[in-house]
T-cell receptor
Framework: GIQVEQSPPDLILQEGANSTLRCNFSDSVNNLQWFHQNPWGQLINLFY???GTKQNGRLSATTVATERYSLLYISSSQTTDSGVYFC????????????FGTGTRLKVLA | EPEVTQTPSHQVTQMGQEVILRCVPISNHLYFYWYRQILGQKVEFLVSFYNNEISEKSEIFDDQFSVERPDGSNFTLKIRSTKLEDSAMYFCASLGRTSYEQYFGPGTRLTVT
């Protein structure tokens, strides 16, 4: 089956630093989303980005579907950015189910 | 902004008991999903539901699990006889007709003792 790998698995940043999180997938996908799981376990939708680039405040994302990867950029990180970041991809199954990546655990220090 | 809601937020049950997890998807959405996340692991697909029937299910979704849309608004996941390994966070999600973006609920944390 499809493999969805995220890197790095763990990341510690000082407040104010920038970071890039990567999501690699082993097969063609129809759709892709990035999520932030906060310390309470809730999944917060960050981006729906099957291709191209989007920006929302300090966050931006780029997906290059032909090369099977997506990047999430966090600029000027804040302690509230801490948590786990997941990418999720949808195969061409027709039911739009998502396969989640392995996650990147981010800790931002004050 | 419309959102997916789930109840309860936390459920504690004894092994062997039945539990029903409830979800209210976004009102005009057509596809509904359940995912689960065992503590510290990644989120896993359980089942998708469309047009009042299961579209796809994972190997996790065995005979102990069932889903239902009993009315026009609720979407439920039933576990008939819970096991310790069913302890996890369960997420409901829905998908509309104009976008392929899935909207996730806040989750129900199920603890089986």
């Amino acid at each position: 089956g499809i493999q969805v790998e995220q890197s790095p698995p763990d990341l510690i940043l000082q407040e104010g630093a920038n970071s890039t999180l990567r999501c690699n997938f082993s097969d063609s996908v129809n759709n892709l989303q990035w999520f932030h799981q906060n310390p309470w376990g809730q999944l917060i939708n960050l981006f729906y980005i099957p291709s191209g680039t989007k920006q929302n405040g300090r966050l931006s994302a780029t997906t290059v579907a032909t090369e099977r990867y997506s990047l999430l950029y966090i600029s000027s990180s804040q302690t509230t950015d801490s948590g786990v970041y997941f990418c999720a991809v949808e195969l061409t199954s027709g039911t739009y189910k998502y396969i989640f990546g392995t996650g990147t655990r981010l800790k931002v220090l004050a | 902004e419309p959102e997916v809601t789930q109840t309860p937020s936390h459920q504690v049950t004894q092994m062997g008991q039945e539990v029903i997890l409830r979800c209210v998807p976004i009102s005009n959405h057509l596809y509904f999903y359940w995912y689960r996340q065992i503590l510290g692991q990644k989120v896993e697909f359980l089942v998708s539901f469309y047009n009042n029937e299961i579209s796809e299910k994972s190997e996790i979704f065995d005979d102990q699990f069932s889903v239902e849309r009993p009315d026009g608004s609720n979407f439920t996941l039933k576990i008939r006889s819970t096991k310790l390994e069913d302890s996890a966070m369960y997420f409901c999600a829905s998908l509309g007709r104009t976008s392929y973006e899935q909207y996730f609920g806040p989750g129900t944390r199920l603890t089986v003792t």
